[in-house]
């Protein structure tokens, strides 16, 4: 970012320049080719066009920039959504096999730390709600239906945060308020 603020900085002053010094060029050309007006009209083509260029080569540098940016956004959330849908699988792996092994622990350790590169702050806060009502309901190593319930009310209230994480800006344009998109996805958890 830095290399291309001197860039377009670079660019700029060289736009001063062109127009300060022909500016100055032109005045003082005006004096001495009275009697040849046409070189006067060159030499205001040559400048317009070294203007032009100086002024394309700029905007082109600040798309590129957009553009790039706009490529690390993406990619960004197809990670964060990727990381978000492990740790769904793992969850829903860990509650349909009922008994807990190390094994399966070690993966949900691991969806722990892709989480931690990730998520916003909220969603790991919520995080560390739902990890303490999982180990509550796992103590025993083994998921009974009511600690299957538990867990999966604890999902949910993960879940409002982690789409608020990926699409928070798409619900706030939408016709829900995010209170009623929260209200839906937890009764959508209990009344599986």
Do not use: C, W
């Not at 040849?36 to 009209?41: A, D, G, I």
């Amino acid at each position: 970012m830095k290399k291309l603020f001197s860039s377009n900085l670079f660019l700029m002053s060289m736009s001063v320049l062109v127009f300060i010094g022909g500016y100055l060029f032109i005045r003082i050309a005006y004096h001495f080719t009275d009697s040849m007006p046409f070189v006067q009209e060159i030499v205001l083509i040559i400048l317009g066009t070294l203007a032009t260029i100086l002024i394309t080569a700029m905007l082109l540098n600040k798309q590129t920039s957009v553009e790039l940016d706009k490529e690390q956004s993406i990619k960004f959330i197809e990670l964060k959504t990727e990381t978000y849908q492990r740790l769904i699988d793992t969850i829903e792996e860990i509650v349909a096999a009922q008994d807990i092994t190390p094994e399966i622990l070690n993966k949900l350790r691991f969806n722990s730390h892709r989480l931690a590169i990730f998520a916003s702050p909220s969603v790991l806060d919520e995080y560390h709600n739902f990890l303490n009502i999982f180990n509550k309901g796992v103590e025993d190593k083994h998921v009974s239906f009511s600690d299957a319930d538990h867990i999966s009310e604890a999902l949910a209230k993960l879940t409002v945060y982690i789409r608020s994480d990926l699409l928070g800006e798409l619900d706030k344009e939408s016709l829900y308020t995010t209170q009623e998109i929260s209200e839906q996805i937890m009764q959508n958890a209990q009344n599986y």
